[in-house]
């Protein structure tokens, strides 16, 4: 298993505990170093109960072309001494697209947790790796029926599973711990239902400062008080370029990034959340919590479809507008999965390993 990034030690997690209660697999797990500091890496390990890597390739930070390089140099001599049965990666990192391309090139065949995906637009990192990991994975993985018929429109059909999404089993196994955590909400000065929980770390938001610029401007409006765990990238360019001095920040509660049941536990008690964040967008969806999108798009179509998200894009006025007039549906209709997908993907696995193909 590769994985690199914090959204995908939120994936790998379950997916490891499904492959490893199995009884069938021998697993090694490679962290590329992708995501190295504490707050995005190491906290998740611990918390969720990963062992350590068995490598670690300490990329580091760089841009996408050097991550994906680097990557590739340093994982190839890894897969050629191990010669694994498969290679299983989660979402759309550059660590993703690294270690699934790496992994076809040896003829190891790929697994792609979360395949199918899609935001139809090239400007976005995201959407390359997307592109690189289905188009040379073996086996696939799809958290919803779109990712399904995203598939089969680009003349995928073999291998292809509908299994729900693996950090739905993540929700439903630790939900009893994201009871209101009153120290916590205490610490922030918050109260239960009375706050917004916001997130935004995503390139078309970060590297264009006009965009940050409407989003600050629009957190810092809110009716209600705003949690804001700043993402470290985020953090260098509202830093960088002095966008705090321009904005009212009274009920701004800027803060590090949180652990995972921390998350859990401020999205689960808010009024709702403003994120470009697709693990946090599936999220609060799962806790019923509705979300305004800071981003142009989503690849999490069941859930606008649903009423439970809407788009903003990166726009003061839009943002605005939701966070005073959002109609919070009656339904929810749990479409993102029962809790057992990582269980039905360690079974295929098994099925795809015996069959010899
Ligand atoms: C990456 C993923 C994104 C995912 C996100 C979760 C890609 C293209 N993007 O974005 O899909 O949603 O992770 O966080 O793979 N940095 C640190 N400490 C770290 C890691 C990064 O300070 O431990 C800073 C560095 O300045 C770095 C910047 O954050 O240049 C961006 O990191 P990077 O891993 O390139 O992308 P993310 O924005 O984290």
């Known amino acids: 298993m ?81 010669n694994p049965d498969l290679l299983i990666v989660f979402g759309d990192t550059n660590s993703t697209a690294a270690a699934a391309l790496c992994a076809a090139i040896h003829k190891i065949p790929v697994t792609h947790i979360e395949a199918g995906l899609r935001e139809f637009d090239k400007n976005i990192p995201e959407e390359i790796n997307k592109l690189v990991t289905d188009s040379v994975s073996t086996l696939y993985f799809c ?73 600050l401007r629009a957190f810092a409006a809110a009716p209600r008080p705003v949690v804001f765990p700043v993402h470290p990238r985020t953090y260098k360019v509202m830093v960088q370029y002095n966008l705090l001095d321009a904005i009212p920040q009274c009920k701004l509660i800027l803060t590090d990034p949180f652990g995972f049941t921390d998350t859990q536990i401020l999205i689960k008690n808010a009024a709702m959340v403003l994120t470009d964040s697709g693990g946090v967008i599936k999220e609060a969806y799962f806790h019923q919590v509705p979300s305004i ?13 649903e009423g439970w998200s809407v788009i903003a894009g990166p726009s003061f006025e839009n943002i605005s507008r939701y966070l005073h007039n959002f109609e919070i549906p009656e339904h929810h209709g749990m479409s993102l999965g029962d809790g057992k997908a990582s269980e039905k993907i360690a079974q295929l696995i098994y099925e795809y390993l015996q069959s010899g193909q």
Not at 27 to 36: L, N, S
Not at 173 to 181: H, I, K, R, T
Not at 293 to 305: G, M, S
Request: hydrophobic share 45%.
């Open 143 to 215: 958290p919803t029926n779109t990712g399904v018929q995203n598939l089969l429109k680009a003349g995928i059909t073999e291998h292809v599973y509908h299994t729900g999404d693996v950090g739905m089993d993540l929700l439903f196994n630790l939900g009893q711990e994201f009871e209101a955590s009153k120290d916590l909400l205490d610490r922030m000065g918050i109260s239960a239902g009375n706050y917004i929980f916001a997130t935004c770390h995503r390139a078309a938001n970060t590297d264009n400062i006009e965009n940050l610029t409407e989003i």
């Open 293 to 305: 999108i800071i981003d142009k798009q989503t690849e999490w179509l069941e859930i606008l479809e």
């Open 2 to 82: 590769v994985a690199g990034a914090r959204p995908q030690f939120v994936k790998l997690a379950p997916v490891f505990k499904a492959l490893n209660a199995s009884g069938h697999f021998l697993i090694k797990i490679v962290h590329t170093g992708q995501h190295y500091d504490h707050l995005l890496s190491g906290i998740f390990f611990s918390e969720l109960n990963i062992p350590d890597p068995d490598y670690n390739l300490g990329v580091g930070s760089a841009s996408q072309a050097v991550q994906i390089a680097e990557i590739l140099l340093k994982l190839s001599p890894i897969i050629q001494a191990e």
